[in-house]
């Protein structure tokens, strides 16, 4: 997708598919591998000493990046709107709830984020199919209209989880026709990997699958022919959350 037609600038509360600047980290072996594409993510090793207890201490490698929020955005608002709920049950207005739990910097603290790493640190060869999203696992993504950042792919491989107050930039967000791409790619990565699913299929609806086609406009959609002409639909297209009316990111 060109830049236009995937980023658009961020405001309000946080979003699935917002790209964020803040820290992230991962527990390491002993001998602190670090994988090519981590490169520039992992910037600093630290290790828990826990002599005190049985066991080997623990290792940490972190650094401060520019990553991308995985998590839906029915976890963003959660407690905000269970809270809010309460509030108004409790007798007050609706707005005098929304400002009440707007103002517990306790709700909905973490989510979870993945880095960015750019293409060229990507092997050339492999590039066309990381750029194309054929690799299970990495969501792509092109260069910032800013310039802040080149072509890039979303590790879902490396998955962080952050206190919304650890951001310090929000740099931009995703149209809503990205978003449904990456939720795509969560999807696939996380539940969807197998298609050796005819037999099991089959034998659940009771019919033999004559053929399967892709919804190419997002992958989102597959529609499976039957052997009576009738028609199933696998994946029905993600939607968004019902507003939950919180107003800003913190």
């Known amino acids: 997708m060109p830049a236009e037609s995937f980023f658009r600038d961020s405001s309000g509360p946080l979003n699935q598919g917002d790209i964020v600047i803040a820290p992230i980290a991962r527990v390491s072996a002993a001998d602190h591998y670090v994988p090519d594409r981590w490169d520039r993510v992992d910037q600093e090793e630290h290790i828990v000493d826990r002599s005190h207890v049985e066991g080997d201490a623990i290792h940490l490698i972190s650094g401060r ?5 995985t998590s839906h955005d029915c976890h963003h608002d959660k407690e905000w709107n269970s809270a809010r709920a309460r509030l108004m049950k409790a007798g007050m207005s609706e ?12 709700l909905d603290r973490t989510f979870q984020a993945s880095p960015l790493v750019p293409l060229e ?5 492999d590039r066309g199919n990381y750029r194309a999203g054929r690799v299970v696992g990495y969501f792509p993504g092109p260069a910032s209209p800013d310039g802040a950042f080149p072509e890039s792919v979303v590790d879902l491989t490396y998955r962080s989880t952050i206190d919304r107050k650890a951001i310090s930039i929000r740099r931009w967000c995703l149209t809503s026709d990205a978003r449904d ?7 696939r990565f996380d539940s969807f990997r197998s298609v050796e699913l005819t037999e099991n299929l089959e034998r659940i609806i009771g019919r033999s699958i004559l053929g399967a086609t ?3 406009t997002n992958g989102l959609v597959v529609l499976l022919t039957l052997d009576d002409d ?8 993600p939607t968004e959350p019902e507003p939950g009316g919180r107003q800003s990111l913190a």
């Open 65 to 69: 990046e520019l990553l991308m929020v």
């Open 214 to 216: 892709v919804d190419n």
């Open 230 to 237: 009738s028609s199933i639909r696998l994946v029905q297209p």
């Open 121 to 125: 640190d990507i092997p050339a060869s």
């Open 95 to 106: 707005s005098e709830a929304e400002a009440v739990a707007e103002a517990d910097d306790t």
């Open 181 to 187: 791409r990456l939720r795509y790619a969560i999807a």
